[in-house]
Each structure stands twice: as structure tokens, then as C-alpha cells.
């Protein structure tokens, strides 16, 4: 939740809902391939981590951190991640910190971790 809003993935879209009405504020059109992470907000971008998939179709995102316009929905900002060749499906973690976001993703016996300043 963040400023009277609240953030979710459902059946692969991001939106937000009114936190007092419960009223849909927004729907994105961006087609999300598999499970995401928890969402971060950092900065007014909502924030999933998520895994590659290899079943994903034109259109659908994929592997990486990727940042939605908290107010608008729009597809503002993203970290695509490659993994070598082989397509990974680990889970990431994302956590925040001031204007900073922290990436964690876990691939074999090795993390890669990320951090970005927003803003």
C-alpha cells in the first residue's frame, strides 16, 4: 500500500485499487508471463520482480525487475535479466530503502544482487 493505494498482479496485469473504496485506479497493459515477486513502491513506481519463462508469448514480460507509474499504470522503467542461455524460473526478492531498490535473484549455487537509485 502506498498513499491510499493498493498494488496487486492478477491472471498477469498490475493494477491498483482505491484503498479507502476499493475502486479500481488503474489496470496496466502490460501482459506479465509468470508469478512475480512481492511489489516494492520506491519513489511512485511500483516495482516485480520477475522470473524468464520460456512459454512466454509475443508481448509478455519477463526476466527481470520491471516498474509501473504508480499513479498512472504505464511501464515506466526496466532491468531485463539474462541468465546465460538457460532460462531461469527462481524467484527474485525486491526491497526498498530510501530512493533505492535492492534486486536479489537466485540462480544455481550463485545471487545476483542488484541496486538502483530512483529518482
Request: proline residues 2%; hydrophobic residues 45%; negative net charge.
Amino acid at each position: 500500500m502506498s498513499r491510499g493505494a493498493l498494488y496487486g498482479v492478477m491472471d498477469g496485469t498490475v493494477f491498483s485499487l482505491d484503498a479507502a473504496t476499493g475502486r479500481t485506479r488503474w489496470t496496466s497493459s502490460t501482459k506479465i508471463a509468470s508469478a512475480v515477486s512481492d511489489l516494492v513502491v520506491c519513489a511512485g513506481i511500483v516495482f516485480a520482480g520477475i522470473p524468464a519463462s520460456d512459454t512466454a508469448i509475443p508481448g509478455e514480460i519477463s526476466g527481470g525487475v520491471f516498474g509501473w507509474d504508480a499513479a498512472t499504470g504505464e511501464l515506466v522503467w526496466q532491468c531485463r535479466h539474462s541468465a546465460g542461455s538457460s532460462v531461469s524460473d527462481r524467484a527474485w526478492q525486491l526491497m526498498t530503502g530510501g530512493d533505492m531498490i535492492f534486486a536479489a535473484h537466485y540462480a544455481s549455487r550463485y545471487a545476483d544482487l542488484l541496486a538502483f537509485k530512483i529518482g
